[in-house]
């Protein structure tokens, strides 16, 4: 069951972190947090002059949104649709990048790399006083990124 997220330009003009709040909060107060993994998608509904060229997550003010919920909710990419390509799209509004017609969105490599450590560090602590497993959770996510992360790395947190 996919739970899709609305927001609009009013809640995204207004930093209005409410329409994501009640569905995450009822996630949590529910305790169904391992039936919504990988279960959440955004819908948004911005509008924009008409020949607008930039991508979504190009525009300063839905980066702005996604900045704030991901300082609430930093472990937000557990609950995100990653085969839908919500997690990628949720890096892209947290990290440097550019959009290239041949081979797509690219990230600035140091960024991404800082990005990634951070939510493996929050992820690892959070899931772990969820009591749920997260090697095996962490290591896919950073392989949607591109990185292979080596069972050493692990034993060392």
């Given at each position: 069951?996919?739970?899709?997220?609305?927001?609009?330009?009013?809640?995204?003009?207004?930093?209005?972190?409410?329409?994501?709040?009640?569905?995450?909060?009822?996630?949590?107060?529910?305790?169904?947090?391992?039936?919504?993994?990988?279960?959440?998608?955004?819908?948004?509904?911005?509008?924009?002059?008409?020949?607008?060229?930039?991508?979504?997550?190009?525009?300063?003010?839905?980066?702005?949104?996604?900045?704030?919920?991901?300082?609430k909710y930093p472990w937000?990419?557990?609950?995100?649709?990653?085969?839908?390509?919500?997690?990628?799209?949720?890096?892209?509004?947290?990290?440097?990048?550019?959009?290239?017609?041949?081979?797509?969105?690219?990230?600035?490599?140091?960024?991404?790399?800082?990005?990634?450590?951070?939510?493996?560090f929050i992820l690892k602590?959070?899931?772990?006083?969820?009591?749920?497993?997260?090697?095996?959770?962490?290591?896919?996510?950073?392989?949607?990124?591109?990185?292979?992360?080596?069972?050493?790395?692990?034993?060392?947190?």
């Amino acid at each position: 069951m996919t739970i899709t997220i609305t927001i609009n330009n009013n809640s995204i003009d207004k930093l209005d972190l409410s329409p994501a709040v009640t569905v995450i909060d009822k996630i949590l107060e529910s305790g169904e947090i391992l039936p919504s993994e990988q279960k959440i998608n955004f819908e948004i509904n911005y509008l924009r002059e008409e020949g607008d060229p930039r991508e979504i997550s190009e525009i300063p003010e839905i980066r702005l949104w996604f900045i704030r919920l991901d300082s609430k909710y930093p472990w937000l990419a557990f609950f995100l649709d990653w085969k839908a390509g919500e997690f990628a799209r949720y890096t892209a509004m947290l990290v440097p990048h550019q959009f290239s017609g041949k081979e797509g969105i690219q990230y600035n490599p140091e960024a991404l790399e800082i990005f990634l450590m951070h939510k493996l560090f929050i992820l690892k602590d959070w899931l772990d006083t969820q009591k749920i497993p997260s090697i095996s959770r962490i290591k896919s996510m950073a392989q949607l990124l591109g990185y292979d992360l080596d069972d050493g790395f692990f034993e060392i947190l």
